[in-house]
């Protein structure tokens, strides 16, 4: 029997199958554990479930004297100090795939709200009621159909952020860190230096990672380019832009609106973003949806087991860590 510690509330399903094979299984009952919490209890624990925002660093790492394995639900592994997991030989997991449509959904369901302003024109409608039908209404749009769309990061997300693009027939610029010539030919993708994506797309989907190289990839250079009706959607990471830079962008006029679902400093949202009109937000929830959030919690603790049972995991991120000793 291991212990399993889970920093979050989970699908009751998850735990029961940890319980399944054999594990002592700690959860809270509803929000999430704090990083006090966590330290406290690492000690005794052999497998740790945690979130993108649980900081799992060096400190914490070293803590967990009796952990070998650290399962992120999420793609992105960059609250994770994979360096100091992989020197003390602990595997670190993620889950990716499963979120990849459901997290591009997203993505345009901000770029749609952004569009066509629908947020604000919600928001009117249920302080002032409907003011009948009128044929400039205050709340004019721009179109879609037909666009340019350039997708910043061609990974799966960005990938599948592409290919609702070309469903609209738009034109699909993209910037990756290298040439993707089979999507290229493909889809009919067209491969642009950052800086002229910026300068020639109506619309800006952020899907890159982050790493060093992308953080603030967009700052007041970057928005500078852009073109002033065009609208910036990140469902990447919050870091990936400057959000000081963002708002004195919007604010000036330079851009026509953004649409973000992760922020800079989260929890923190910055107050100028929730002061303009403008600006659709929503609280990370790219991968919010019942089915894709299960399949995650199934995964990471596929991963979990299969640790504990001496075998190698799926999704292993770090794998100088396998064969254990080796």
Same mark, same amino acid.
């Given at each position: 029997?291991? @212990?399993?510690?889970?920093?979050?509330?989970?699908?009751?399903?998850?735990?029961?199958?940890?319980?399944?094979?054999? +594990?002592?299984?700690?959860?809270?009952?509803?929000?999430?554990?704090?990083?006090?919490?966590?330290?406290?209890?690492?000690?005794?624990?052999?497998?740790?479930?945690?979130?993108?925002?649980? $900081?799992?660093?060096?400190?914490?790492?070293?803590? =967990?004297?009796?952990? %070998?394995?650290?399962?992120?639900?999420?793609?992105?592994?960059? @609250?994770?100090?994979?360096?100091?997991?992989?020197?003390?030989?602990?595997?670190?997991?993620?889950?990716?795939?499963?979120?990849?449509?459901?997290?591009?959904?997203?993505?345009?369901?901000?770029?749609?709200?952004?569009?066509?302003?629908?947020?604000?024109?919600?928001?009117?409608? %249920?302080? +002032?009621?409907?003011? =009948?039908?009128?044929?400039?209404?205050? +709340?004019?749009?721009?179109?879609?159909?037909? $666009?340019?769309?350039?997708?910043?990061?061609?990974?799966?997300?960005?990938?599948?952020?592409?290919?609702?693009?070309?469903?609209?027939?738009?034109?699909?610029?993209? /910037?990756?860190?290298?040439?993707? *010539?089979?999507?290229?030919?493909?889809?009919?993708?067209?491969?642009?230096?950052?800086?002229?994506?910026?300068?020639?797309?109506?619309?800006?989907?952020?899907?890159?990672?982050?790493?060093?190289?992308? /953080? +603030?990839?967009?700052?007041?250079?970057?928005?500078?380019?852009? %073109?002033?009706?065009?609208?910036?959607?990140?469902?990447?990471?919050?870091?990936?832009?400057?959000?000081?830079?963002?708002?004195?962008? *919007?604010?000036?006029?330079?851009?026509?609106?953004?649409?973000?679902?992760?922020?800079?400093?989260?929890?923190?949202? /910055?107050?100028?973003?929730?002061?303009?009109? @403008?600006?659709?937000?929503?609280? /990370?929830?790219?991968?919010?949806?019942?089915?894709? %959030? $299960? $399949?995650?919690?199934?995964?990471?603790?596929?991963?979990?087991?299969?640790? *504990?049972?001496?075998?190698?995991?799926?999704?292993?991120?770090?794998?100088?860590?396998?064969?254990?000793? @080796?």
């Amino acid at each position: 029997m291991a @212990n399993v510690l889970v920093t979050t509330e989970m699908f009751p399903e998850a735990l029961a199958r940890l319980r399944a094979a054999g +594990h002592q299984v700690q959860a809270p009952e509803k929000g999430r554990l704090s990083r006090e919490q966590v330290l406290r209890r690492l000690p005794e624990v052999e497998a740790l479930i945690c979130l993108l925002s649980d $900081r799992v660093d060096e400190e914490l790492l070293a803590r =967990g004297r009796r952990l %070998r394995v650290v399962a992120n639900l999420g793609v992105g592994v960059d @609250n994770i100090d994979l360096s100091a997991a992989t020197r003390l030989g602990i595997a670190v997991t993620n889950t990716p795939e499963v979120l990849t449509e459901t997290t591009a959904d997203l993505g345009w369901a901000l770029l749609m709200a952004a569009a066509r302003r629908i947020v604000e024109a919600d928001r009117d409608l %249920r302080a +002032h009621g409907f003011p =009948g039908w009128t044929f400039i209404p205050p +709340h004019l749009g721009v179109d879609v159909w037909g $666009r340019t769309l350039g997708v910043v990061g061609l990974g799966r997300i960005g990938t599948a952020v592409a290919r609702r693009g070309k469903g609209f027939q738009m034109r699909v610029l993209y /910037h990756s860190r290298s040439r993707k *010539l089979e999507l290229e030919r493909e889809l009919g993708l067209e491969f642009r230096p950052l800086d002229e994506l910026l300068s020639e797309s109506d619309f800006v989907v952020l899907c890159t990672p982050l790493t060093p190289e992308t /953080h +603030h990839l967009i700052g007041a250079r970057e928005l500078a380019l852009m %073109r002033r009706e065009a609208i910036l959607v990140n469902i990447a990471r919050g870091p990936v832009v400057d959000e000081e830079a963002l708002v004195a962008a *919007l604010r000036a006029g330079e851009l026509r609106a953004a649409a973000l679902d992760v922020f800079e400093r989260e929890p923190e949202v /910055h107050p100028g973003l929730l002061e303009l009109p @403008n600006v659709v937000l929503t609280p /990370h929830i790219g991968s919010a949806t019942g089915a894709t %959030r $299960r $399949r995650m919690a199934e995964l990471a603790v596929e991963a979990v087991i299969s640790v *504990l049972a001496g075998e190698k995991p799926p999704n292993l991120v770090n794998e100088e860590v396998w064969p254990p000793g @080796n």
